[in-house]
């Protein structure tokens, strides 16, 4: 039998059972089949996702009766009122300020290691980069948190390597700080932020050093011919193009620490951050309405956030 003879035989509709049917139509209306495939993931999106998240805005607009304590199903603007209140707008300054200070902590520090990595680890140190790069990302969540609340206690290695070194008269002066506050690094912003560049670091090394491997290494040879200072050249020629790569790392650096509850609850003050507001208000005071407020607030500036990177070209070192 021929191949033309074949094929049409492969595409009689029958053959099979419902199977060899379905494939027929599937052979026939590319369409349908793109369809078929789409609509199960569409269907999490808009009715799990995208619903979850017009619900929850939906419940921003709604207020809380303060006698009865009932969630008054009206669409009002109070409770976007009330965040601009002193205490909960105390909450979001300070929730941003520590995300953009562990966004910028992690870009410094995830520079030199992801230059390091795009430029002279080859073969099994590449391997090497990663596995250490990644190894951190592969243990519990919890588990690195609470690791590193018993680091930085007061009965923690780091303590006990400062009083080796004579340095303990350093860490208690530094702990009388206001700025760093509390009587240990385990319950002080310091360890806060300290926790977060850990955690979320790796989230920032590898897009930046995917951004560092694009860069042409003639560029540098040129800028270095050119009597170009090491300086001037990282300022001019290697910043630049890395710079989307950072951006593209902040967005989870940023996105990340706006959001978390667990760092801030187990190795923080009693600061109030977004991710512990909005937990103490819907599940202990039951002010639905302003935690779903509070939440509604990080998706507003991450929207914006994700805007801006998008006009830098972020999304094309993902």
Do not use: C
């Not at 609509?39 to 709604?62: H, K, R």
């Not at 806060?192 to 790796?202: A, D, E, G, Q, R």
């Not at 090394?205 to 200072?229: C, F, H, T, W, Y």
């Not at 819907?282 to 639905?288: D, E, H, K, V």
């Amino acid at each position: 039998m021929s191949a033309s003879a074949l094929k049409a035989t492969a595409i009689l509709p029958g053959r099979g059972g419902i199977g060899g049917a379905l494939s027929d139509a599937f052979w026939r209306k590319p369409t349908l089949l793109l369809f078929v495939l789409l609509t199960p993931p569409l269907l999490w999106l808009g009715i799990i996702y995208l619903g979850s998240l017009f619900a929850l805005l939906v419940q921003s607009f709604f207020s809380i009766d303060e006698f009865s304590g009932l969630v008054v199903r009206e669409f009002t603007l109070k409770t976007y009122g009330e965040l601009l209140r002193p205490a909960n707008l105390d909450i979001i300054v300070r929730t941003l300020t520590m995300a953009a200070l562990v966004t910028i902590a992690s870009a410094i520090l995830a520079f030199p290691i992801a230059y390091f990595a795009a430029r002279y680890a080859k073969g099994r140190w590449k391997a090497v980069f990663y596995l250490g790069v990644m190894l951190p990302l592969w243990s519990s969540y919890l588990v690195k948190v609470y690791a590193w609340k018993l680091i930085l206690a007061k009965e923690g290695i780091l303590t006990w390597i400062f009083d080796k070194l004579h340095l303990t008269v350093l860490i208690d002066s530094w702990l009388a700080l206001p700025v760093v506050g509390g009587n240990s690094l385990s319950v002080s912003p310091t360890g806060t932020f300290l926790v977060f560049v850990y955690v979320w670091l790796p989230f920032m090394i590898l897009p930046v050093q995917a951004a560092l491997e694009r860069v042409p290494s003639n560029l540098l040879e040129a800028s270095a011919d050119l009597g170009a200072a090491p300086r001037q050249t990282f300022l001019n020629v290697l910043l630049p193009l890395a710079l989307p790569g950072i951006i593209a790392g902040s967005i989870f650096t940023f996105s990340l620490t706006l959001g978390d509850y667990i760092i801030p609850q187990i190795v923080g003050t009693s600061h109030l951050y977004i991710g512990m507001a909005v937990y103490a208000h819907q599940g202990t005071a039951g002010n639905i309405p302003l935690a779903a407020a509070f939440t509604v607030v990080p998706v507003v500036i991450m929207g914006i956030y994700l805007w801006l990177a998008k006009r830098a070209g972020a999304f094309d070192a993902l």
